[in-house]
C-alpha cells in the first residue's frame, strides 16, 4: 500500500487500514455507535475499544472500500457479499457489493475486491473510482430504474467490471441493481451502465458519451 494514501490504525487483534484515495465521507464509520471512531480524537480509529466482532462488522459498512481491517489471528478476513449488487446513490456513485473483478484497479486497493463506489456523473478525477465531484458538477439523477433485466439462475460468483475507454462501464456476471428507493429493480448478467452522466436512460448507457465528449480510459 501507498504510505502516502493509507493510514494505519493497529490494534492488539485487529489493524484497521485507511484510505484516502477511496473516501467519500458517507460516515458509515463516524456515525457507528461506540468509541472504535471517534472524530477528532488522535487515533481517530482505535480497535482495541471494541470487540473484534463489530470492529469488522463496521468497517465493512464502508461502501466505497476506503477501510479494510486485517485479523492478526485467523484468516477470517473480508469474504464477498453472498450477492452481488448495484446500488444507485441519489445523485451520487453505483456503490458496489460482492465478488469484485474491476479491471486495472491498483492492486494496493484490496478492499475494492469487495467494495467499491463508481463514478457516475463523469466528473470524477480518479475514475473509475467516485472522488466526490458529483456535488460540485450539481449531478442530478434520482435512481429510479424502469427495466427489470433477463435474471439469473443463482446469486453470486465472479462480478467483472471493465471500462470502455471514453464510454460505459461493462459489467458481466449475476447482480442485482437496487434502486435509490432500495427496491431490487434489475436482475441479470450483463449491463452496460453510464459513466458520463449524459445517458437519458441512467443507470444504463445509451450511447450519449459520443456526443457528450466524453473522454477517460
Known amino acids: 500500500m501507498s504510505k502516502e494514501s493509507v493510514t494505519n490504525y493497529p490494534g492488539k487483534n485487529i489493524e484497521v487500514n485507511w484510505d484516502s484515495r477511496l473516501c467519500i465521507h458517507i460516515g458509515e464509520c463516524g456515525y457507528s455507535a461506540g468509541d472504535l471512531f471517534v472524530g477528532g480524537r488522535d487515533p481517530w480509529c482505535q480497535p482495541d475499544l471494541?470487540?473484534?466482532?463489530?470492529?469488522?462488522?463496521?468497517?465493512?459498512?464502508?461502501?466505497?472500500?476506503a477501510l479494510t481491517y486485517v485479523d492478526k489471528n485467523s484468516d477470517d478476513n473480508e469474504q464477498a457479499a453472498d450477492c452481488n449488487t448495484v446500488q444507485i446513490v441519489y445523485n451520487g456513485p453505483l456503490c458496489i457489493q460482492g465478488e469484485l473483478h474491476i479491471e486495472n484497479a491498483p492492486e494496493d486497493m484490496p478492499s475494492v475486491n469487495y467494495r467499491a463506489a463508481l463514478c457516475r456523473c463523469g466528473q470524477s478525477a480518479n475514475k473509475p473510482?467516485?472522488?466526490?465531484?458529483?456535488?460540485?458538477?450539481?449531478?442530478?439523477?434520482f435512481g429510479a430504474v424502469g427495466e427489470k433485466g433477463d435474471g439469473f439462475e443463482q446469486e453470486g460468483g465472479n462480478l467483472t467490471i471493465k471500462t470502455v475507454a471514453n464510454g460505459p462501464l461493462l459489467l458481466s456476471g449475476n447482480f442485482a441493481i437496487i434502486a435509490s428507493s432500495g427496491r431490487t429493480a434489475w436482475q441479470g448478467k450483463q449491463a452496460a451502465l453510464c459513466r458520463c452522466g449524459h445517458s437519458k436512460n441512467k443507470p444504463f448507457c445509451d450511447g450519449s458519451h459520443k456526443d457528450a465528449g466524453f473522454e477517460a480510459k
Open 50 to 65: 471494541d470487540s473484534d466482532e463489530n470492529v469488522k462488522e463496521i468497517v465493512k459498512r464502508c461502501p466505497s472500500g
Open 129 to 141: 473510482f467516485c472522488d466526490n465531484s458529483h456535488l460540485k458538477a450539481g449531478f442530478e439523477d
